[in-house]
Structure formats: C-alpha cells, structure tokens
C-alpha cells in the first residue's frame, strides 16, 4: 500500500515535495540525499513515521549508505547525517531504540513529538500499519515500550489463538499422521496467527483433511 507505481514501466516512485528538495539542496551533503531517501521508502505514507511496521535501526542505514560513500562509515557518522536531516526540519527522530522517526515534510506527515504520542496515535489507527493483521508484529511494538494493547485488541487477538488451540485438539485427536499431513497442518496453524481471521476459510478449505479418517501411518 506505500508504494507508488509509473503505470506503464511499473517502477515504483516516492513522493518527495518542493520543500524537502530544496532543503536537501541548501545542505550540501551528498550523503543526505540517499539516506533520506532510504527512510522515505519505507515511512507509512498515512501518517509518515519510519520504525513501527517494522524495525530500524542506524546500522542498517549504514550498510545501505557505505557502497555509495568514498569514506569509510560508521554508526557515529550515519547518525551525524541523521542529525543533519533534524535540524534542517526534514524529519524528528522520536526514538533511538528501537529507532522511530517522523518525516516531518511527507504529504501526510503527522505532527507528533514524542513517543508517548507516537503510541497513542499507533493504537488509535492499527489499520494504517496492518496491527489489525499482523499482531506478532503490532504485540512486539508495544512490548518494546512496556505499552499494553487496547483491550478489543487483545480480544480479537486472543480469539485467534483460541481457534489454534482448537485445530492442535482436533489434530491431536487423529491417532497418527502422515509426515506431509503433519507438516500441511503445521504450516496452517502459523498462518492462522498472522491472517485477519482466516480460520472460516482455512476450515473450509480444509475439510476434507480434518475430516476424513486417516490410515494408521508411522511419522518418519
């Protein structure tokens, strides 16, 4: 959903306005124009925060950034350009570790300044960074900061491994499987857990796996 597409070469696009071009240009900094970039590619574009889909850090910043630099780099460095892009007003770093940033000049950039803001905004509008969907990534999010998700969160949450529990009874009540079944049935319990609520259709599709009477098969 962050990406922007040419229609006829399919080569995917990040939008950057007049103002951030211009900044980059008075800074003078070759360096600054990829690393930002590199942080643009992957912001929200909903709300323009880097870091909460997924985790980030400097040292990633700094193997993209040293094959493009005539200098030898290190995390100091890349945080020194990091800098440079704050005090020029192009972005916020709100947090360090795990490090979440704000692009302050994105189309839809919201304005927050801390991370107790950050989280509420987060928890307000999971849909904007797939928390609805992606729950082991949306649980280690708000464990990083000792922050406990909204109660119809983990309700929903807890529903889906109540249907888990429920296919490991039912598989468990098969006296043996076969090794391809074990693994079929293995592969759709993980996906359960990452998918909104495909247990209807799991079960569906699946109906004739979990209801058919198996041979007695060893396990190799």
């Given at each position: 959903?962050?990406?922007?597409?040419?229609?006829?070469?399919?080569?995917?696009?990040?939008?950057?306005?007049?103002i951030?071009?211009?900044?980059?240009?008075?800074?003078?900094?070759?360096?600054?124009?990829?690393?930002?970039?590199?942080?643009?590619?992957i912001?929200?574009?909903?709300?323009?925060?880097?870091?909460?889909?997924?985790d980030?850090?400097?040292?990633q910043?700094?193997k993209?950034l040293?094959?493009?630099?005539?200098?030898?780099?290190?995390?100091?460095?890349?945080?020194?350009?990091f800098k440079?892009?704050?005090?020029?007003?192009?972005?916020?770093?709100?947090?360090?570790?795990?490090?979440?940033?704000?692009?302050?000049?994105?189309?839809?950039?919201?304005?927050?300044?801390?991370?107790?803001?950050v989280?509420?905004?987060?928890?307000?509008?999971?849909?904007?960074?797939?928390?609805?969907?992606?729950?082991?990534?949306?649980?280690?999010f708000?464990?990083?900061?000792?922050?406990?998700?909204?109660?119809?969160v983990?309700?929903?949450?807890?529903?889906?491994?109540?249907?888990?529990?429920?296919?490991?009874?039912?598989?468990?009540t098969?006296?043996?499987?076969?090794?391809?079944?074990l693994?079929?049935?293995?592969?759709?319990?993980?996906?359960i857990?990452?998918?909104?609520?495909?247990?209807?259709n799991?079960?569906?599709?699946?109906?004739?796996?979990?209801?058919?009477?198996i041979?007695?098969?060893?396990?190799?």
């Amino acid at each position: 959903m962050n990406n922007i597409y040419n229609k006829t070469t399919k080569e995917k696009y990040i939008p950057i306005n007049d103002i951030t071009i211009n900044i980059l240009t008075e800074l003078n900094c070759i360096k600054s124009w990829p690393l930002y970039h590199a942080i643009a590619k992957i912001q929200s574009f909903k709300n323009g925060l880097v870091g909460v889909f997924e985790d980030i850090n400097y040292y990633q910043f700094l193997k993209f950034l040293s094959p493009l630099s005539k200098e030898k780099l290190n995390t100091d460095k890349v945080q020194r350009v990091f800098k440079k892009l704050e005090k020029a007003g192009l972005i916020k770093i709100i947090n360090n570790k795990p490090l979440i940033i704000s692009l302050v000049t994105a189309e839809q950039a919201e304005d927050l300044n801390t991370m107790e803001e950050v989280l509420d905004y987060v928890q307000a509008n999971e849909t904007e960074f797939n928390f609805h969907i992606l729950h082991k990534r949306a649980n280690k999010f708000y464990t990083s900061f000792n922050r406990t998700r909204e109660k119809i969160v983990l309700n929903k949450s807890e529903n889906t491994i109540a249907k888990e529990l429920k296919l490991d009874e039912i598989v468990k009540t098969r006296k043996v499987l076969s090794q391809a079944e074990l693994e079929e049935a293995l592969e759709w319990q993980r996906t359960i857990a990452h998918d909104d609520d495909p247990f209807e259709n799991h079960l569906k599709e699946n109906n004739k796996y979990i209801n058919k009477k198996i041979d007695e098969v060893q396990i190799i």
